[in-house]
């Protein structure tokens, strides 16, 4: 079966981690097993401040990055947590032992087409057997997102305002 990737897409502060944690509720509601990661955000001042990590099957969550937070990973002004990575990397790769219906990683973006961040569990994510992929990224980078990871899989863009049609693709299952 070939394997489905969702991209939803969005500018910073749009709603795409509220989306795809939505998406994934009503997709779980519909009878699918969902698993992955979800990074949210916390705000001061009506402005990005930190973000955690969630795993989305059990719900724990841990601290992932920081605006003006030292560290030997960072993405414009976050700086990010080894741990938080370590955490998400154990919830996806979780997810994948577990053969989820759907994985979602939130965000892919410049870290990972630059082989960090979540680079190699999407690589992971990639070589399962999970048949659909969920994933959330900024406009401008679909294509060299596509490019680099996503070649030989059926890909959709689907721009966070317009995300429902995804829900198409996980019809409520009947109680067998």
């Not at 989306?19 to 969902?34: C, F, P």
């Not at 961040?117 to 999407?122: A, H, P, Y």
């Not at 060299?144 to 899989?153: A, G, M, P, R, Y």
Request: a neutral charge.
């Amino acid at each position: 079966m070939e394997k489905q990737v969702f991209c939803l897409i969005g500018a910073s502060g749009t709603g795409k981690t509220t989306q795809a944690w939505n998406l994934a509720n009503q997709i779980v509601q519909n009878g699918y097993l969902v698993g992955g990661i979800l990074a949210p955000g916390t705000f001061c001042e009506e402005k990005r401040f930190s973000f955690d990590i969630v795993d989305f099957m059990t719900q724990e969550k841990r601290f992932l990055a920081k605006k003006g937070m030292p560290s030997s990973i960072t993405i414009g002004p976050f700086g990010f947590s080894q741990d938080g990575f370590s955490f998400g990397y154990n919830a996806i790769q979780k997810a994948i032992s577990q053969r989820v219906d759907l994985l979602i990683l939130d965000e892919i973006g410049p870290l990972e087409l630059q082989n960090k961040g979540w680079f190699s569990s999407l690589k992971d994510a990639l070589n399962s057997e999970v048949p659909n992929i969920l994933i959330t990224m900024r406009p401008g980078l679909f294509l060299e997102v596509q490019k680099t990871f996503f070649q030989n899989h059926r890909t959709w863009e689907c721009p966070v305002c317009e995300s429902s049609p995804i829900l198409a693709f996980f019809p409520k299952r009947s109680n067998l």
